[in-house]
């Protein structure tokens, strides 16, 4: 079943066309950003961007008509339960609208659904950040005004898990698990059956600090900072993603780098990359009271996972609580296509997005 993947990202457009679970061809298509500063809103990038498909699958020899389906990047949707959900015209509204924010991950869709349009195949999105399976409980924080909201890794998580489950020859939905994302940002969570109840706003205000963004800070200080006439808004945001964790720190926003520095003697890198694998095994720990201790297995996945040491400075911490298993990387282009060879083949059912 040979599917087209379509990735957007903010000065690239990675695609892939898979044949069942098999990459045979990829490409970035990367985008400079005079060629895209003209344009207002992320929505009026479709045509350069669908061009620029049409021409590298033109070169590559792969005539659209042999696709079974078009898989694209979900993007800022409304908070919907996991899965992969057939492009419908509630979704191609809310991509196009951008009412809950511009991100170049919103062409995704649009651009999945104009070429399965035009071949009378099916498009579809999987497992969108904005994927909210919360417990009500999970939502309530310490102010009234304030609700728990969820932004996460939920396509390599999910990914993730299921990979885990195929291996030892279970479901998805027979575990639980605790999942870690190990990136630009770092997200963890408890996957309970296939759901999960309690997840982080990874992008700016819980779980553990990143190559980038802050986590989890003293709310006082914070608030005193915003008051402190130093800062506009603007600045402030950037602090919290962008400029946060090892890049507040140390000035960069390479793990690597960071544990270069502590071998070669850079005491404060030590403390601080350390502090950061400390902060991931504090909030897997707190994922293992959300499933009340029951856990079968801890998965540590995205690119950091990469670094042994920076892994088993987590399993140190974390191995009490269950077997530590790590993938590393972040397969994006697969995890897509898998969501879309699941509806093919029958094993799940597309869902609807309303």
Known sequence: MRQLIINPGSTSTKIAVFD???????????????????FKRVADQFEFRMNLINEALKKAGIEASSLEAVVGRGGLLKPIP??????????????NEAKRGEHASNLGGILAAAIA?????????????????NDDVARISGLKDIENVTIWHAL???????????????????????????????????????????????????????????????????????????????????MLVGKGGLMSHLGTNSAKDAID??????????????????????????????????????LITGGIAYSDEFCSWIEEYVKFIAPVKVYPGEDEMLALAEGGLRVLSGEEKAKEYK
């Open 117 to 133: 349009k035009k071949i009378g195949k099916r498009a579809f999105i999987v497992d969108p950040v904005v994927v909210d399976e």
């Open 261 to 298: 520095r502590y071998h070669a003697g850079d005491q404060y890198a030590e403390l601080v990359i350390k502090a950061m694998a400390y902060q991931v095994a504090k909030d897997i720990g707190a994922q293992a009271v959300v499933l009340k201790g029951k856990v079968d297995q801890i």
């Open 20 to 38: 069942d679970d098999k990459v045979i061809y990829e490409e970035t298509l990367r985008h400079d950003a005079e060629e895209l500063k003209d």
């Open 82 to 95: 996991g899965g992969t959900y057939e492009v419908n015209e509630a979704l191609l509204r809310d991509l």
């Open 156 to 238: 390599n998580q999910k990914a993730v898990a299921r990979r885990y489950a195929k291996e030892i020859g279970k479901r998805y939905d027979e575990l639980n698990l605790i999942v870690v994302h190990l990136g630009g940002g770092v997200s963890v969570a408890a996957h309970q059956k296939g759901r999960c109840p309690d997840i982080p706003n990874a992008l700016d205000g819980s779980g553990p600090m990143s190559p980038e963004r802050c986590g989890t800070l003293p709310v006082g200080e914070l608030v005193k900072l915003c008051y402190s006439g130093k800062y506009t808004y603007e600045e402030v945001k950037k």
